[in-house]
């Protein structure tokens, strides 16, 4: 019913920065938020960032100052800028979709994931 794909990712330097992209296609009404999870080798998958349908922005502490969440409600796409990276940002990125299909049924949906390396 809904498709979220991941864009953006890759392997950057310290200090680097990356855009990734999150599009979601489908029977999609409307949506109560959008959000960008990560998982590292060895540990749980965590909140990185989430964005609501009103705008609002919420970060983890680890990427405040230096990740911005970022929706284009025309495109149903949502992005996530990050910068001044570090070896601890290394993870498998997720977007993950709560939304409202034409059928005006709630679903939670996920993407297949983005890799971000950081490393010299």
């Known amino acids: 019913q809904v498709q979220l794909v991941e864009s953006g990712g890759g392997l950057v330097q310290p200090g680097g920065s990356l855009r990734l992209s999150c599009a979601a296609s489908?029977?999609?009404?409307?949506?109560?938020?959008m959000g960008w999870y990560r998982q590292a080798p060895g540990k749980q998958r965590e909140l990185v960032a989430v964005i609501t349908s009103g705008g609002s922005t919420n970060y983890a502490d680890s990427v405040k100052g230096r990740f911005t969440i970022s929706r284009d409600n025309a495109k149903n796409t949502v992005y996530l800028q990050m910068n001044s990276l570090k070896p601890e940002d290394t993870a498998v990125y997720y977007c993950?979709?709560?939304?409202?299909?034409?059928?005006?049924?709630?679903?939670?949906?996920w993407g297949l994931g983005t890799q971000v390396t950081v490393s010299s």
């Open positions: 489908g029977s999609i009404f409307s949506f109560y938020f």
């Open positions: 993950h979709a709560d939304l409202k299909l034409s059928t005006m049924s709630r679903v939670n949906s």
